[in-house]
C-alpha cells in the first residue's frame, strides 16, 4: 500500500482527491496540509511514500516546501499536481526535486499509474510539461547582455542614434554598431525597435 499526504490550499481538491485514492486498495491518504509550511510538517511527521503537491499556495509555495524536504533529507517522493504548465512553474519544481509533474486535468487512472511509478523513483510527466522541458533543453538560456551593450541599448531606448550614443560613451560610431549587433543577436531580434521592445519585457530596461 502506498501511503499519500496530499498538499492543496483548496479544501474541495483535497477532498476530491482524498475521496479518489481511498477508493482504491492499493493507497492510504494518511495526510493533508493546505500551505508548503504546513506540508513540510506533515511529511515529516508522517512520512509518507508520496507526497501530491501543489505550487501556487499561501504562506509557502510548494517549490519553497519541495526543496525544505530535499534539504531535510525526507525520502518521500514528490509529485507535483497544479493547474500550472509555465516555464516559472515547471523548472523550479523539478530543479527542486520533484519527482514529478502532472496537470489536474489529469484522468484517474493515469493519475493512480503516475503516483505508483512516482513511489518506485520513477519520473513522471505530463506530455504538456515534458515537450516544455525538452524545448528548455534545445533552447538554453541566452547568453546575457554585457554593460555595455546595456548602455548603449538604454540610449537607443531613449532615442538617441548611433553617432550619439558614441559621443555619450566615448567610442566610436562603428563600435556603437557592433554593440547593437551583439544585443540583436542575444536578443533574437533583427532591428532597433524590436530590441528595445524585448529588453523592457525581460526587465533588461526600466522605463
Do not use: C, W
Amino acid at each position: 500500500m502506498i501511503r499519500l499526504v496530499i498538499v492543496d490550499d483548496h479544501p474541495v481538491v483535497r477532498d476530491g482527491l482524498r475521496g479518489m485514492f481511498s477508493s482504491d486498495r492499493g493507497f492510504e491518504v494518511v495526510g493533508e496540509a493546505a500551505n508548503g509550511d504546513e506540508a513540510v510538517t506533515v511529511v515529516e511527521a508522517l512520512r509518507p511514500d508520496v507526497v501530491l503537491m501543489d505550487l501556487r499556495m499561501p504562506v509557502v509555495d510548494g517549490v519553497t516546501a519541495i526543496n525544505r524536504l530535499r534539504d531535510k533529507g525526507n525520502p518521500a517522493r514528490v509529485l507535483v499536481l497544479t493547474t500550472y504548465d509555465t516555464d516559472r512553474d515547471v523548472l523550479p519544481a523539478i530543479k527542486a526535486g520533484a519527482t514529478g509533474y502532472l496537470l489536474k486535468d489529469t484522468p484517474r487512472d493515469e493519475l493512480f499509474r503516475a503516483v505508483r511509478s512516482a513511489a518506485r523513483g520513477e519520473a513522471v510527466l505530463s506530455p504538456a510539461v515534458a515537450t516544455k522541458l525538452v524545448g528548455q533543453v534545445r533552447t538554453p538560456d541566452a547568453e546575457p547582455l554585457s554593460q555595455r551593450e546595456l548602455e548603449v541599448l538604454g540610449l537607443v531606448a531613449r532615442g538617441s542614434t548611433n553617432r550619439e550614443a558614441a559621443a555619450r560613451l566615448f567610442i566610436s560610431e562603428a563600435t556603437v554598431k557592433t554593440h547593437l549587433l551583439h544585443v540583436y543577436a542575444k536578443l533574437g531580434v533583427k532591428d532597433r525597435a524590436a530590441a528595445v521592445a524585448v529588453a523592457y519585457e525581460r526587465g533588461l530596461l526600466r522605463s
